[in-house]
């Protein structure tokens, strides 16, 4: 007898709202598209919500968002995780893996200016100015391009971070988020300005405004379904940044910002353009790669990322990981 057909499918995320918000988009094109199925939510906060004291980057587990779902999904609890990609590690349970990756959210970081403050700009932000981040890779690209601002972390999900900025006796004049989750929130009109490559110098994270869909890899039911909701040149773009990011080995606390389109060769072929840059936490080393490729499958978006790190580590990036790898073991020596 052929085993009965799952039709009801138990959908796993953080309890965050944004958590929730994405994972909602998620239901409602699954269901679209499978309208006879059931797809069920279970929330749960995991250690990265719980402890919000502790620096991000001087954290050793790398996943601390994605394991307490994964051991659920592994057990049977839940059939697929909803995440932020830029959260889900580089590297999977050898179980798990991503399936197709839905159309993206502007993957661009913004300038948040505190509230009753009239700077329109990062450029006019004055100098000696706080900036609240706790991103290693934002701190490093604002002391490269703006040395005269100040960082101080700021932590929580993006409403705490909103009311720490706004807060009177906030040190900050302004904050760097990503713009996906403000959108998502409907906050869109604390957005000041979108950072890029042209008018600022920033770049965004790994996976920045995509979802992540994290299955088991033998579930070949629910990658078939989940490839009717997918889009490939969001799929192949976030393959080849977490190809890159994988590549240099920083995990998620590498300073390393890219900034990912597709753009149309002089040949008339669709091409993938990568900028990347990988940062010193001090701002004063730097490498940088732009390169476009020909990316049209899983294998070649996975190869070119292969190929910006190396173009990268052609110009630097090597040493100014090298160096951040060896302050970590210095530091962790010493806490322990
Ligand atoms: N680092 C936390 C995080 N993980 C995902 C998002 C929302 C944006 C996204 O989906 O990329 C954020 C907030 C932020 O960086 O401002």
Known sequence: MAAPTRTTFTIGTRKSKLALLQ????????????PDYEFKIFSKETAGDLNTTIALKDFTTKNLWTEELEELMIAGQVDFIVHSLKD??????????????????????VL??????????LAEIPAGSVVGTSSIRRTAQLARKYPHLK????????????????????????AILAAAGLLRLDLQDRITQYL???????????????????????????????????????TF???????????????CSAPLGVETEWVQSAEGSKKLRMRSVVVSVDGQKCAEAEVDGDVNSVESAEAFGITVAKALVADGAGEILEE?????????????
């Open 196 to 234: 890029d490559s042209k008018n600022s110098g920033m770049l965004y994270a790994v996976g920045q405004g995509a979802l992540g869909i994290e299955i088991r890899k033998d579930d070949t039911l629910l990658h078939g379904m989940l490839d009717k909701i997918g889009d490939w040149d969001t």
């Open 237 to 251: 773009a976030v393959l080849a940044e977490r190809s890159l990011l994988r590549t240099l080995e920083g995990g």
């Open 112 to 121: 948040v200016v505190k509230q009753g403050l009239p700077y329109k700009s």
């Open 151 to 174: 960082v101080q972390d700021i932590r929580g999900n993006i409403g705490t971070r909103l009311s720490k900025l706004d807060a009177e006796d906030s040190p900050y004049t302004c």
């Open 23 to 34: 994972t909602d988009l998620v239901q409602a094109a699954l269901q679209k598209t499978h």
């Open 324 to 336: 951040i790898q060896r302050n970590k073991v210095v530091k962790e020596g010493v806490a322990s």
């Open 88 to 109: 889900v590690p580089t590297i999977l349970p050898s179980s798990c893996i991503l399936g197709p990756t839905m159309p993206r959210e502007d993957s661009r970081d």
